[in-house]
T-cell receptor, first 114, second 114 residues
Framework: GAVVSQHPSWVICKSGTSVKIECRSL??????MFWYRQFPKQSLMLMAT?????????EQGVEKDKFLINHASLTLSTLTVTSAHPEDSSFYIC??????????FGQGTRLTVV | AQSVTQLDSHVSVSEGTPVLLRCNYS??????LFWYVQHPNKGLQLLLK??????LVKGINGFEAEFKKSETSFHLTKPSAHMSDAAEYFC????????????FGTGTLLAVQP
C-alpha cells in the first residue's frame, strides 16, 4: 500500500511557541490530505481538509489562525500549531487521499506542551 | 447527520476465543465502511473495508466483517483471538466518496487475556 510519513513522531514544546508537523506521501501524489486530532481516551476528530494549492477547509470549532495548514506540493502538507498551550497537547495524525477507496495514515505526532 | 456508533468501549476475551466488536452506522446513503486498528503510540492500520462489493469482507490477520444493510451494522469478528490483537479498534464510515471526511467511532479497546 501507499506510504504516508509524518514527522516528528513526538515533540515537546514550551507554552507560547509554535510547532510544525509534516505529512508526506512518499510514493504517490496527494491532492487532498486530512488532519485529525485525538485526545486521550477519545476518538479521532477531523480538524481540516488540506487541498494542494488552495486554502484548507476547517471543521467547525477548529481555529484556522491557530492551526495553520500549508499544502504547497502534491506530496507535502504541514500543520503548524501556533502559540501552543497545554490544552493543545494531543495526538495529531494525517491521512492522504490517493484517489482510490482507502485513506493512508501517517504514524502520528504526539505533541506535549509544557 | 452521518454517524457511527461502536457499542462497546472495552471488550475482553481470552486467547483462542472468538472476538466480536460491534459497529452501527447511520444510513443517509450508501456508505463506505472501514475498520482500523491502532496499537499504542502507533498510527492507524487498515484491517478491512467495504465499498459496495461483497457484503462479507475479509481483512488482514484473520479479521472479517459483514455489512448488513437491514441492521445498519458492520461488526468485526475473528474466530480466535491472539495476544497481539490487543489494541484499539475504530469503525469508520465515509459518505459521498470513499475517502471523503472519514467519521470515526469512539473506538473499542480490545484486551486479550492469556
Amino acid at each position: 500500500g501507499a506510504v504516508v510519513s509524518q514527522h516528528p513522531s513526538w515533540v515537546i514544546c514550551k507554552s507560547g511557541t509554535s510547532v510544525k508537523i509534516e505529512c508526506r506521501s512518499l510514493d504517490f501524489q496527494a491532492t487532498t490530505m486530512f488532519w485529525y486530532r485525538q485526545f486521550p481516551k477519545q476518538s479521532l476528530m477531523l480538524m481540516a481538509t488540506s487541498n494542494e494549492g488552495s486554502k484548507a477547509t476547517y471543521e467547525q470549532g477548529v481555529e484556522k489562525d491557530k492551526f495553520l495548514i500549508n499544502h504547497a506540493s502534491l506530496t507535502l502538507s504541514t500543520l503548524t500549531v501556533t502559540s501552543a498551550h497545554p490544552e493543545d497537547s494531543s495526538f495529531y495524525i494525517c491521512s492522504a487521499d490517493q484517489g482510490g477507496t482507502e485513506a493512508f495514515f501517517g504514524q502520528g505526532t504526539r505533541l506535549t506542551v509544557v | 447527520a452521518q454517524s457511527v456508533t461502536q457499542l462497546d468501549s472495552h471488550v475482553s476475551v481470552s486467547e483462542g476465543t472468538p472476538v466480536l466488536l460491534r459497529c452501527n452506522y447511520s444510513s443517509s446513503y450508501s456508505p463506505s465502511l472501514f475498520w482500523y486498528v491502532q496499537h499504542p503510540n502507533k498510527g492507524l492500520q487498515l484491517l478491512l473495508k467495504y465499498t459496495s462489493a461483497a457484503t462479507l469482507v475479509k481483512g488482514i490477520n484473520g479479521f472479517e466483517a459483514e455489512f448488513k444493510k437491514s441492521e445498519t451494522s458492520f461488526h468485526l469478528t475473528k474466530p480466535s483471538a491472539h495476544m497481539s490483537d490487543a489494541a484499539e479498534y475504530f469503525c469508520v464510515v465515509s459518505y459521498g466518496g470513499a475517502t471523503n471526511k472519514l467519521i470515526f467511532g469512539t473506538g473499542t479497546l480490545l484486551a486479550v487475556q492469556p
